[in-house]
């Protein structure tokens, strides 16, 4: 299985940079998903890394360090609208292959 | 195009009832998942199809939970009966392969939201 963890909440105002952790331990690794998912929605994809490295995607970005079990999502400009959950999934590379396992979610908070 | 789509969106029962929940995926994608996700937590796999077949479904409780994708198209989760501790949000969700790599990534909808009195 996996073990994934990540802050349960942060606060930041808008227009400012925030960056989420996320530490995993796993028995097979095969990449990392950052979902957002509002209150009452569905998550929604933001960022897959298998590689070491940062990836970025307009006012998101999300670092992968394998060696380190260790991710982070970068958000920039913040939005009230990026007020959301934050969930970091790893999947599994074993018998399950294809299997997401996410942690419990990053409650983000952004104050005008 | 349609994204993942779940039915309904609310449901209330009484403990000892059985309830079900139904999907039909993006067109296209050969695979399904269940997920459970409880208030503050993750979604948690139930079971995960791939065309008719399931292909990983070691964390549904086969006691109560049953699921089914007759045609490898849209999918029923079913609990009978339900109890207390049932009460979360069931999520759909659907990718083209369950495969590695990059454009296989799972898309939600957005869920059964389950009260059990």
């Known amino acids: 299985g996996q073990n994934i963890d990540q802050p349960t909440e942060m606060t930041a105002t808008e227009g400012a940079i925030v960056q989420i952790n996320c530490t995993y331990q796993t028995s097979g690794f095969n990449g990392l998903f950052w979902y957002q998912q509002h209150a009452g929605e569905a998550p929604t994809f933001l960022s897959y890394?298998?590689?070491?490295g940062l990836e970025e995607k307009g006012r998101f970005s999300s670092f992968l360090s394998r060696s380190k079990g260790y991710s982070y999502l970068l958000l920039k400009e913040l939005q009230m609208k990026d007020s959301a959950s934050y969930l970091c999934?790893?999947?599994?590379?074993?018998?399950?292959?294809?299997?997401?396992?996410f942690g419990r979610g990053t409650q983000l908070t952004v104050w005008p | 195009e349609a994204g993942v789509v779940q039915s309904p969106r609310y449901k209330i029962i009484e403990k000892k009832q059985p309830v079900a929940f139904w999907c039909n995926p993006i067109s296209g994608h050969n695979t399904l998942y269940w997920y459970l996700q409880n208030l503050g937590q993750g979604p948690e796999l139930l079971i995960r199809y791939e065309n008719e077949e399931a292909v990983d479904d070691s964390q549904l409780p086969k006691d109560r939970f049953s699921a089914e994708r007759l045609k490898g198209v849209d999918s029923t989760l079913k609990i009978q009966p339900a109890e207390l501790g049932d009460s979360a949000v069931y999520l759909c969700?659907?990718?083209?392969?369950?495969?590695?790599?990059?454009?296989?990534?799972?898309?939600f909808g957005p869920g059964t939201r389950l009260t059990v009195l």
């Open positions: 999934a790893v999947r599994d590379r074993g018998s399950t292959l294809g299997r997401l396992y």
């Open positions: 969700a659907s990718s083209l392969t369950s495969g590695t790599g990059w454009g296989n990534e799972q898309f």
């Open positions: 890394n298998v590689l070491d």
